[in-house]
T-cell receptor, first 117, second 109 residues
Framework: GAVVSQHPSRVICKSGTSVKIECRSL??????MFWYRQFPKQSLMLMAT?????????EQGVEKDKFLINHASLTLSTLTVTSAHPEDSSFYIC?????????????FGEGSRLTVL | GIQVEQSPPDLILQEGANSTLRCNFS?????LQWFHQNPWGQLINLFY???GTKQNGRLSATTVATERYSLLYISSSQTTDSGVYFC???????????FGAGTQVVVTP
């Protein structure tokens, strides 16, 4: 299957700092990527849809100024958690469709575990 | 929005046993996928199955789209099958997946 890679896999930061997470499609181009968030013992919740060359679309209740998304190329989307606080500690995971137009199978990165002290 | 319900929420199996996990959804879907989340959090794609039946080794899945449910079968379970199994569906043209709450599976030796 298609490969989606995320980096870093784990990050620990101090409260008030910003953290950037990268999501790359390694063997295909992705005009659209998705960012999910997962709290312990819970399911995955969609945060935003990342669109190459345009603004991201955020789900209701997700602060766009808090979670900055940039999709500058067809193989890279980044999520920046700005002024992170302990309540932002979570597992963040990105995904992409291998095929254009939102069709076909969705593949996920390895996830990034953020701990804010 | 669409509701995705998985059952049972928890399942404890002895190694070698068979089991069936169910996913009900409240509306028509474009896509349905089953995932296994391992203890490190990685989501492993099991099946892309908007309709029909597929098999991959000891796992198989069936989706009956007209009746809005999908089943995941695990046969001859092994301890490595432990983890959370998620069903997720897409209803829009963007391909956004909506996840169910998952089934936590524990396979004991």
């Amino acid at each position: 299957g298609a490969v989606v890679s995320q980096h870093p896999s784990r990050v620990i930061c101090k409260s008030g700092t910003s953290v950037k997470i990268e999501c790359r499609s390694l063997d295909f181009q992705a005009t659209t990527m998705f960012w999910y968030r997962q709290f312990p013992k819970q399911s995955l919740m969609l945060m935003a849809t990342s669109n190459e060359g345009s603004k991201a679309t955020y789900e209701q209740g997700v602060e766009k100024d808090k979670f900055l998304i940039n999709h500058a190329s067809l193989t890279l989307s980044t999520l920046t958690v700005t002024s992170a606080h302990p309540e932002d500690s979570s597992f963040y995971i990105c995904s992409a469709h291998q095929l254009a137009g939102g069709t076909g199978e969705l593949f996920f990165g390895e996830g990034s575990r953020l701990t804010v002290l | 929005g669409i509701q995705v319900e998985q059952s049972p929420p928890d399942l404890i199996l002895q190694e070698g046993a068979n089991s069936t996990l169910r996913c009900n959804f409240s509306d028509s879907v474009n896509n349905l996928q089953w995932f296994h989340q391992n203890p490190w959090g990685q989501l492993i794609n099991l099946f892309y199955i908007p309709s029909g039946t597929k098999q991959n080794g000891r796992l198989s899945a069936t989706t009956v789209a007209t009746e809005r449910y999908s089943l995941l079968y695990i046969s001859s379970s092994q301890t490595t099958d432990s983890g959370v199994y998620f069903c997720a569906v897409t209803t829009d043209s963007w391909g956004k997946l909506q996840f169910g709450a998952g089934t936590q599976v524990v396979v004991t030796p």
